[in-house]
């Protein structure tokens, strides 16, 4: 029906990402910082808090089958869609606040599964941004960077809470890694803390990619009342480098999407 109101439909601009290009849909908790500490999350990584955040990302991709691949660490996630996707027709806040308000909704709704004894004070909030990379080595290259942003913080923060478990204050353990490379905290971690930071879990070093992987799944016939087994693709968290080529070589069907 065509009011005399209709024509308010003219405001809205336009924002549709361009052709033929990867998107990237980046989540990232408001104010975690805060949420963390509200929540008594472990440092410097909480294992529950990364397995529910995988949770999410994981609902988000049974819900939305045009995301490919999605890589999270901290309090952010990246969903990556292929050049082809013409989601929502690409319009970009369309993308962006369906992703975002589909991994809040996971995250309150599936809070007490991780938490089962912590109560969830203040509901997560998640912004949420589209960029779009024309070629895939620009993509890969996004990826990299999230998984490189994921390793300097975790070499940081494993060190620097070694050294304040280790008795001393915060502002002595930030004097003490001021002006340090990366060998010099695998260093103090090792002489100083007895830890070899290689042995430390692969989730907390490179992070959780999550792709679509062949898994057999078992389902009762409606027909016949008997199991019966198939290939489904499940969306499923890795903790491996996507940096390197081997990643790429191992799921060639991720760049010809
Ligand atoms: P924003 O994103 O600008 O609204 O502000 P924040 O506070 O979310 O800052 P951001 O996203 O740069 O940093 C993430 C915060 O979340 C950071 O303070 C560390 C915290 N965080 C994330 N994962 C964990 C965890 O497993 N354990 C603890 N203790 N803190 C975590
Ligand atoms: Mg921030
Ligand atoms: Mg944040
Ligand atoms: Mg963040
Ligand atoms: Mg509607």
Redesign the pocket.
């Given at each position: 029906m065509n009011s005399k109101y209709q024509y308010v439909r003219e405001f809205e601009t336009v924002d549709k990402a361009l052709p033929n290009t990867w998107l990237v849909v980046r989540i990232?908790?408001?104010?975690?910082?805060r949420f963390s500490q509200e929540h008594d999350f472990a440092k410097p990584n909480d294992r529950p808090a990364i397995e529910l955040m995988n949770r999410c990302a994981v609902e988000v991709m049974k819900d939305i089958k045009d995301i490919i691949i999605a890589y999270g660490q901290?309090?952010?996630y990246s969903f990556v869609f292929p050049k082809s996707c013409n989601l929502y027709s690409r319009r970009a806040s369309k993308i962006a606040s369906t992703i975002a308000s589909l991994f809040a909704a996971n995250y309150a709704m599936r809070w007490h599964e991780y938490f089962p004894t912590v109560k969830l004070k203040y509901p997560a909030c998640f912004?949420s941004r589209v960029v779009c990379y024309p070629s895939d080595q620009n993509m890969r290259d996004y990826l990299s960077w999230r998984q490189v942003d994921c390793h300097i913080n975790n070499l940081y923060n494993t060190t620097f809470w070694a050294i304040v478990h280790s008795g001393k204050t915060e502002t002595a353990a930030e004097e003490e890694l001021r002006g340090t490379f990366s060998k010099d905290k695998h260093e103090i971690l090792f002489t100083n803390h007895n830890i070899n930071y290689n042995t430390i879990e692969e989730i907390y070093k490179k992070g959780s990619v999550i792709i679509r992987q062949k898994t057999k799944v078992t389902t009762i016939s409606p027909n016949t009342g008997q199991p019966v087994e198939r290939i489904k693709l499940v969306p499923t968290p890795l903790y491996v480098d996507i940096i390197g080529q081997e990643f790429w070589d191992e799921h060639p069907e991720l760049l010809t999407k």
């Open positions: 990232d908790g408001r104010g975690f910082h901290s309090d952010e912004d």
